[in-house]
C-alpha cells in the first residue's frame, strides 16, 4: 500500500506534537527551536504546511529532499508546481484562520473561567429574586446545586434582565453561561459568550453507571427532571446539533429515553436512531402530552405520572 503524503511528511519531520486535526513540528527550513511548522491534511489528502516564521512551502519541501508533487496523493496530476503552490496555499490559509478562531475561543473561555462570573450572578439572587426562580417550578436545592443566578443585564443582549444556568462541561469546568431573558416576545436564551460551541447540559451527571437517562430539550427542563429524582441530560436549544464524543458519556447507560418537546418528535426518533447504529441496545422515545416540565410543573404531575409515560417510551429500532 502507497505511503500516504501526511504519513510520508509526519515521518520526516522532528518534534511533532499533534494538535486536534493537525500538527506543529520543527521547520526543516530554517534553525527553528520552537516548532513554527503547523501541518494539516486538506479535504483531498494534500499536505498543508504554513511556517509561521515565513518559510515559504516549496523550501519546506525542498529541505525534506522532497518534491511539491510529493504533497499529493496522485502528485498533482498534471497541473503546475505553481499551480499546486498556490492550491496549497489557499487551503493552508482556511487551516490557519481556523486555528486562529479556536484559539480566540479557548482564550475566551479560559478568561470566562477565571472571572467566576457565575458565582456573582448566583450571589445575585437574594430572596426577592429565588421566586423568580421559584416561579419556574424550580427550587432551593435545584438552585444552588445547579448555581442558578440573575443578572440585570445580559452581556449579549444588555437592555434584558435574565435569569442565569452555568452550563458545565463532561470533566465540571464551565464552558458557558445561558441567559434565560426576563422580557416578552423575542428570542428567550442568549449565550454568555457566542461562538463557544454547543454542549450538553448537565453532562457532568454521566459518570458512573446509571440504568437509565433521559434526554430533554433545554436547560430548564433538564433542572426541573433532577430536581424530580431523575437522570438527565439536555440538548441546549431546539437547534442544536448532536456531538458525536457524547456517545461515549454513555457507555455506562442501560436505558437511553429520547423525551424532546410533543413538537420534535421526528428529531426525537432521528437522534434515537443515531444512538442504535452506534451500538446501543436500549434506545427508546417518549411522546409527552405537553412540554416535560410544563407536565411537573404547570400540571403537578407527580412521579407516578412521568414515569407512566416513561415506562410507553417506543423502543427505536
Known sequence: MATLPIDLILGLLENVQQQGSSWMALCPAHDDRNRSLSVAEGDDGQVLMYCFAGCPFDKVMAALGLDVRAAFPDGGGQMTEQVRLAILERQMQKVIRRQEEQEERLSALERLRKSGVHLAYHENLTSDRRVLWYDEGIYDGAIDKFALGYTDHCPTCPECASLTIPVMGYEGELENIRHRLLREGGDKYRPQMAGLGSQLFNAPVLHGSHERVVILEGEKKTVVFDQAGYTAVGLMGKMASWTPAWFDWFADVGQVIVALDPDAQDRAQRLGQVFVRHGFSD?????????????????????REVESILSLARPVK
Open 283 to 303: 434506545v427508546r422515545v417518549a411522546r409527552f402530552p405537553l412540554k416535560p416540565d410544563d407536565l411537573i410543573v404547570r400540571t403537578g404531575a407527580g412521579q
